[in-house]
């Protein structure tokens, strides 16, 4: 079984940055693509970022703010958030899919972590 544990969420003001990091147990799943998502009380989960190899999609809201990056000898992947609005947020999850696919739909992920909370103060 796979396991996700993301680290690095926190409170900042807006404008600040924050740089989120998981790390996966599983070295064969560096073949999958991995992605991050969030989920804002009493919303649903919603895509922020994927990444496999050198392709990159972002949700537009975030766009040139975030920037997700993977680091394939320590098996983690990151977000570094920048530019941090009131609305950004959330509980931040990520997650692998079983699939090289970078999709922004949760259910082509077959493994996520526990989540981080986001906070940004206005």
């Known amino acids: 079984q796979v396991q996700l544990v993301e680290s690095g969420g926190g409170l900042v003001q807006a404008g600040g940055s924050l740089s989120l990091s998981c790390t996966v147990s599983d070295r064969t799943s560096t073949s999958y693509a991995m992605g991050w998502f969030r989920q804002a009380p009493g919303k649903e989960r919603e895509f922020v970022a994927a990444i496999n190899g050198s392709t990159r999609k972002y949700t537009d809201s975030v766009k040139g703010r975030f920037t997700i990056s993977r680091d394939y000898a320590k098996n983690t992947v990151s977000l570094q958030m920048n530019s941090l609005k009131p609305e950004d947020t959330a509980v931040y999850f990520c997650?692998?899919?079983?699939?090289?696919?970078?999709?922004?739909?949760?259910?082509?992920?077959?493994?996520w972590g526990q989540g981080t909370q986001v906070t940004v103060s206005s």
């Open positions: 997650a692998v899919s079983n699939t090289g696919i970078t999709s922004p739909l949760p259910r082509e992920y077959a493994a």
